[in-house]
């Protein structure tokens, strides 16, 4: 796959993305051409590309020159206006999501619906060029996939159309969550509200960079200098060496219960397995006073985990929980439908890094229905799809 790994040790903005995306080999002329598909007021802005150094390390800058100061744009009218424009399926879907994480993130700062949320700088037309110009590169690459890095957590204060507000500017910070982040770097703003939300929106997995044949580098670099390190993103291009086997960075949370009943505790696991968790398992403890405990546990991706850890704390007398990130590798799995004695039945099928089917198995439901249907031993019918699996490897 297309891989492309987005080294933000120093931060990340839009027009950082940007740069970062053309020195990858994205014409600015083929960007002008695209984004004129937008269909903004003629002459409200114009495209610019220089080379320049940031601590002696090359880099692209990428400017937008805005010559129509529209101060305030609602997120309906920004999304109706890329939904409307003549850009391709994919780019419109990357964009409107982009601005979609932004707004929902403003929407939850400001304690408001989505409907009412409206842009200030961030509505602003370079922002809007950013956003839209980082989908339009992405597919002129023909990216097929983006990992990011940890973020730097930045400091200080930012002047915004909200007035002096603390570094990670609330958006920002409310889009970290759940992110890895670090503080190996000096005062500033370093991660933009628009930086962020195309992470969010667009980069499936944080942390190192995969395993990856390189074909390029790119360096978009950033408005001003900052003294403890070079303020630019790099780029890494190329094509991934493990098809198969898939690094994956999950959430597991945690949290240790001596006060609830077995019924309560299957029902809570049926209802996160149902809402996307990725596995949920029990384990006995002993807790203080000599009580036996049960902890519960549950691995998910990053934007779930808000959603289940609510689920977990509603459904159960859990008064805090625990969550950290980790790595997992995975590999590559599917199911597929095989004609057997039994007629149609489900079998997962489980993929070596050659694309080799190595084992399969008959998914369990079907078993279990089969044996109702059939009046027969489940452990049988398992027994002789294995066989029937077995036959198609």
Known sequence: MKTLYLDCQAGISGDMTVGALLDLGVPLDHLRVELAKLELPSGSYELSASRTERLHMPALKFDVAVHDHHTHRHYAGIDAMIAASGLSDQVKKQSRLIFRTL???????????????????????????????????????????????ALPLGSGFVETAHGRLPVPAPATADLLRGLPLHGDCGPGERVTPTGAAILVALA??????????????????GGRDFPDCPNILRAFLGRSTTEQRQDDDIIVVETNIDDSTPELLGYTMERLLEEGALDVFFTPIQMKKNRPGVMVSFLCHHDQLDRLSGLLLGETSAIGLRYYRADRIVLQRQVVELQTEFGSVRFKQVLDDDGNIVRAAPEYDDCRRIAREQKLPCRDVMERLQCAGAVNL
């Open 204 to 221: 499936g997995k944080f942390g190192q960079q995969p395993a990856m044949r390189l074909e390029r580098v790119g360096s978009g670099a």
């Open 103 to 149: 707004a929902e993130a403003e929407a939850r700062v400001h304690g408001m619906e989505i409907e009412q949320v409206h842009f200030h700088e961030v509505g602003a037309v370079d922002s809007i060029v950013d956003i839209v110009a980082t989908a339009i590169c992405l597919q002129s690459l023909q990216v097929e996939q983006i990992y990011a890095s």
